[in-house]
């Protein structure tokens, strides 16, 4: 990965880590305060006949990171193309 120069590298990076940031914010969200603290709170709703905190807990958390990790992957795509650092 060759930067034009040093501030477009330190651009580069810091747009990755707020982009980092903003999506382990979700997926802790999703994750720890859905799936454990406000479980009580989420079970007086359901979904598909399943309580909502269970269902955070065993799959909504799951359908939920891979789709973090299908966003990063586009987010990075476009930032690489961004800074012309895209894989050829």
Do not use: H
Request: charge should be negative.
């Amino acid at each position: 990965m060759a930067f034009e120069n040093q501030e477009k590298a330190k651009a580069y990076w810091q747009e990755n880590l707020r982009l980092m940031g903003i999506l382990l914010a979700i997926w802790f969200t999703v994750s720890y305060l859905f799936g454990i603290v406000l479980v009580d709170v989420l079970n007086a709703f359901t979904i598909g006949g399943a309580k909502l905190g269970f269902w955070f807990s065993q799959q909504g958390a799951i359908y939920v990171f891979v789709v973090l990790i299908f966003v990063y992957v586009w987010r990075m795509n476009v930032l690489d193309k961004k800074y012309n650092v895209e894989e050829e």
